[in-house]
């Protein structure tokens, strides 16, 4: 037995072996430098047996000493560059360099040769080695294996040689493999314009995406060609290929149970699938599963005979542990719908991670923002005041940093009547740069006083005439958590809470805080480093949440930390360190308040195994969640009545004046009593912030 597994074994090797056969059709050692006339020239004669899909591989030594080194192939007969074989950057870690033959470029080499020119190395042999024959590759205009990196350095440009038969209404097909979490794609111009027609990056999944070439688009491809751009995949192919190629079935993926099962249901997804043509078409349907981190789970399939002009269901039952997926559901190799589902998301486990002094760093935090002088100071807007409430700019003073002394901004909105309300907080989302901040209107939400935040270097606080001096925000201050901008952002979430204690017309015990992205990172900071002073939160698609997962489910913000990893010279273990002490999933431990989390699922921003690693650790009694199924990183557009209708449910009777002067007979300085007269303990500076009386003076803490 033995001896025939290895003879098999032996036969093996041989096969493959012979398949990968290579040839070397020069060897030497040639300094390039096309400054100085230093070149090869391979005849025609050469690739006489050269086929669509084989290798030039080029064998170099980097020398450098040049701004650019690259390779260059071009025409043997000196006419121009050879069909689809852009340059290639070098670096000194380079040592061979590979060409995939296309159609095209075969044509150019078994004519004229192959001139090799470029600069910054010294060419030491050049083979062809066997590729895989051109059945499947006759459409294809370049090939190759080009790794699109998360740091969005690398792309591949595809000269105008590639597009010299492409007419309007033809397809461009993007082959790939090795798609990452949050892999996205796009077409710029050769000269790193905007592409007509692909303004934005695409979502990638299965195997390929199509681009339809436009009278715009077409214009662009034949005068400097493409350049493709990305992050989180491997470019293996580009196609052109005729509409009447791609499969005219048609598909529908349709959700079904919000694509949220929770035990004992059992997950099921169904490709509806269309015949539209005059024969029947045998249709081979596949649905690929794969955890939210992009690794393999199951790939199932069926083969249904769909007759002309008739309508097929093709269901795909299965079982699933506790966790969210990428499903693709394809269809003859068309993708019908990839997307992302969920099982008992309820029982996912993101374990708290906070180190031994978690608790201390904030509350020492807390304890410097105290010693803060707030300095309130309200400016009326009169263009968005009305007779029910004034709006105002709000200007305060929070915890400094080397930025400066920690000046933040708001828009907050009282109303006119007398007597008390309750208070919205609406924290802020990442700052875009480009949109006004919002702010809302005198007639908006006239029973509550409002207060819009903005913290340090975002919206209000990075429009004219204040500026942004943080550079981007998730990396500033990234060596140390005592540096972090985050450290500062979450105290200026807790002071806007200050500010709402201090005034008189607010409910303080009916304080409540929503926000979206960033801003449910802020809410469920602030309901955690709050000392309990908000009566519900409603965070929506959270950010900030499990960042050793977060960092393998979603491109960014991942690639930046990464980045600025390397440029401290941090190892991972400091960086995940660091960002622990601001992950939502160890601050929502300190979280006891009603909370009402929305989340979507298809979101590749801040995904739902992030959302849910903060509400799986709430400490809260009562918590809630709202699905949405076929959304990215967005809020469905009835959020804002059902977070409402939420804090309205929680809105407390009792108490329902707002700051109230308590006067004590007692003498004793040290005594300090909370709003309701009872009598604390520990000194001042120990209290949680809030207002206090000590000795008949009311006291803001």
């Not at 040639?30 to 004669?45: D, F, L, R, V």
């Not at 020398?63 to 690259?70: K, L």
């Not at 542990?321 to 990428?326: I, K, L, N, R």
């Amino acid at each position: 037995m033995k001896k025939i597994t290895f003879a098999l074994f032996t036969i093996l090797m041989l096969w493959t072996a012979q398949s990968l056969q290579a040839a070397t059709i020069w060897t030497g050692e040639q300094p390039i430098n096309w400054n100085n006339s230093k070149y090869i020239i391979i005849g025609a004669s050469e690739f006489g047996n050269a086929q669509v899909a084989d290798i030039i591989r080029l064998n170099i030594v980097f020398t450098g000493n040049t701004n650019y080194p690259q390779v260059g192939l071009q025409k043997g007969n000196w006419s121009g560059g050879l069909s689809c074989a852009g340059n290639t950057g070098i670096t000194a870690s380079t040592t061979a360099v590979d060409y995939y033959i296309t159609t095209a470029m075969l044509e150019d080499l078994q004519t004229t040769g192959l001139l090799i020119t470029g600069i910054g190395y010294t060419l030491k042999s050049v083979e062809i080695i066997e590729g895989e024959g051109s059945t499947g590759n006759e459409n294809a205009v370049w090939m190759g294996n080009t790794v699109i990196l998360t740091d969005w350095s690398n792309y591949q440009v595809l000269p105008a040689s590639c597009f010299t038969k492409a007419t309007v209404g033809k397809i461009i097909r993007l082959k790939y493999k090795d798609l990452q979490s949050g892999a996205q794609a796009i077409l710029r111009t050769g000269d790193w314009k905007e592409m007509p027609g692909m303004a934005s990056f695409v979502q990638l999944s299965g195997n390929h995406i199509d681009i339809t070439i436009t009278a715009d688009m077409l214009t662009k491809l034949k005068s400097n060609g493409c350049i493709v751009q990305g992050v989180g995949f491997t470019l293996t192919r580009v196609d052109l290929i005729d509409e009447e190629e791609v499969s005219r079935l048609q598909l529908n993926v349709p959700i079904k149970h919000q694509w949220l099962w929770v035990s004992p249901e059992k997950p099921m997804i169904t490709v509806n699938v269309t015949n539209p043509t005059q024969k029947a078409v045998q249709a081979n349907a596949e649905l690929v599963i794969k955890t939210d981190k992009m690794g393999p789970v199951n790939t199932l399939s069926q083969q249904k005979l769909i007759e002309a002009g008739a309508s097929a269901a093709v269901d795909f039952s299965f079982d699933l542990a506790p966790g969210f997926y990428q499903c693709t559901a394809m269809l003859n190799d068309e993708v019908a719908r990839s997307f992302v589902i969920g099982v008992d998301p309820e029982q996912v486990v993101s374990e708290p991670d906070m180190r031994d002094d978690f608790l201390t760093f904030w509350q020492q935090t807390k304890e410097q923002l105290a010693t803060v002088e707030p300095q309130y100071t309200l400016t009326e807007i009169p263009s968005k005041s009305s007779s029910q409430r004034k709006v105002y700019l709000l200007e305060m003073r929070s915890l400094a940093d080397a930025q400066g002394e920690g000046i933040v901004r708001a828009y907050y909105a009282e109303p006119t009547a007398s007597g008390t309300f309750p208070a919205l907080i609406h924290y802020n989302g990442y700052d875009g740069g480009n949109n006004d901040p919002w702010c809302m209107g005198g007639n908006d939400n006239p029973g509550y006083c409002e207060i819009i935040v903005s913290t340090r270097g975002q919206l209000i606080n990075n429009r004219p005439p204040y500026s942004n001096t943080y550079g981007d925000w998730f990396v500033y201050g990234f060596s140390s958590k005592d540096t972090y901008y985050y450290r500062g952002a979450y105290m200026d979430c807790v002071r806007a809470i200050d500010f709402l204690c201090s005034r008189e017309k607010v409910q303080q015990q009916n304080i409540f805080a929503e926000g979206a992205s960033q801003g449910g990172a802020f809410t469920l900071a602030a309901a955690a480093l709050g000392d309990n002073r908000l009566n519900a939160i409603a965070p929506a698609v959270p950010f900030m949440g499990d960042f050793p997962d977060y960092f393998k489910v979603a491109s960014w913000p991942g690639n930046a930390a990464e980045a600025e990893r390397q440029r401290q010279g941090m190892t991972e273990e400091e960086m995940f360190t660091m960002l622990s002490y601001f992950d939502t999933k160890n601050l929502a431990t300190l979280i006891t308040c009603p909370t009402y989390m929305n989340y979507s699922l298809q979101d590749n921003v801040c995904p739902p195994h992030i959302n849910w690693a903060a509400y799986n650790n709430l400490a809260s009694t009562e918590k809630k969640y709202l699905t949405n199924p076929a959304l990215g990183h967005q809020t469905a557009s009835n959020w804002n009545s059902e977070f409402m209708t939420f804090f309205k449910a929680h809105l407390k009777s009792n108490n329902t004046t707002g700051i109230t002067t308590i006067t004590t007979t007692r003498q004793d300085n040290d005594d300090i009593y909370n709003m309701q007269g009872v009598r604390m303990t520990g000194t001042l500076s120990t209290l949680p912030h809030g207002i206090y009386i000590q000795s008949g003076r009311k006291i803001i803490r």
